[in-house]
């Protein structure tokens, strides 16, 4: 199984700061790989797929980038709505399935 | 709009059956792949099982031979039959869809709101 590690844990910023999450994969999974959002007590929303492709309706503050084993999910300037947990996913090499264990992004 | 309605869950005892459902609206239901995805309250998202448009099954270790995905594209509805349940299922159900039509295995995208299964005695 594909195994992604996301850093840092949790990420302490302040609204218009810019955040940089990471997630790495524990083997190449070439740009087979999306960005989550889940905010308490809601599902998880689609941000990113196919490493840096936005999703319907998702602002431009967001971006991803990367392939093969690293990539970074960017927010440029930080809206209150953000602050949230982000997970990364992969699909190159399935089932399963594969979810990194999250970044929590918390207002410092 | 894309809904998707789980319903099923609830508390049950170890070892016991379980079937969720996801009513599905707003889209061609039988042209998308189907999956069910698990979160532990207060841990992270456990890819359970997915369902291809065609019909194929596919599953994560630890419930194969245990849960049974299916779809019925005359109800739009996807299925999860859990059996042998134990307090590692106990989790919140979501069901999310496949972001394009005719894709095997795709990003997820939308979710429903998720269900919650609680197995204990």
């Known amino acids: 199984d594909i195994v992604l590690t996301q850093s840092p844990a949790t990420l302490s910023l302040s609204p218009g700061e810019r955040a940089t999450l990471s997630c790495r994969a524990s083997?190449?999974?070439?740009?087979?790989l999306a960005w989550y959002q889940q905010k308490p007590g809601q599902a998880p929303r689609l941000l990113i797929y196919d490493a840096s492709n936005r999703a319907t309706g998702i602002p431009a503050r967001f971006s991803g980038s990367g392939s093969g084993t690293d990539f970074t999910l960017t927010i440029s300037s930080l809206e209150p709505e953000d602050f949230a947990v982000y997970y990364c996913q992969q699909r190159s090499s399935w089932p399963p399935i594969t979810f990194g264990q999250g970044t929590r992004l918390e207002i410092k | 709009e894309v809904q998707l309605l789980e319903s099923g869950g609830g508390l049950v005892q170890p070892g016991g059956s379980l079937r969720l459902s996801c009513a599905a609206s707003?889209?061609?239901?039988?042209?998308?792949?189907m999956n069910w995805v698990r979160q532990v309250p207060g841990k992270g998202l456990e890819w359970v099982s997915g369902?291809?448009?065609?019909?194929?099954?596919y599953y994560t270790d630890s419930v194969k031979g245990r849960f049974t995905i299916s779809r019925d594209n005359s109800k739009n509805t996807l299925y999860l039959l859990m059996n042998t349940l134990g307090a590692e299922d106990t989790a919140t159900y979501y069901c999310?869809?496949?972001?394009?039509?005719?894709?095997?295995?795709?990003?997820?995208?939308?979710w429903g709101q998720g269900i919650l299964v609680t197995v204990s005695s």
């Open positions: 707003g889209f061609t239901f039988n042209t998308y792949a």
């Open positions: 999310a869809r496949g972001r394009t039509p005719n894709v095997r295995m795709d990003w997820f995208d939308p």
């Open positions: 369902i291809s448009s065609g019909g194929t099954t």
């Open positions: 083997h190449s999974v070439s740009n087979y």
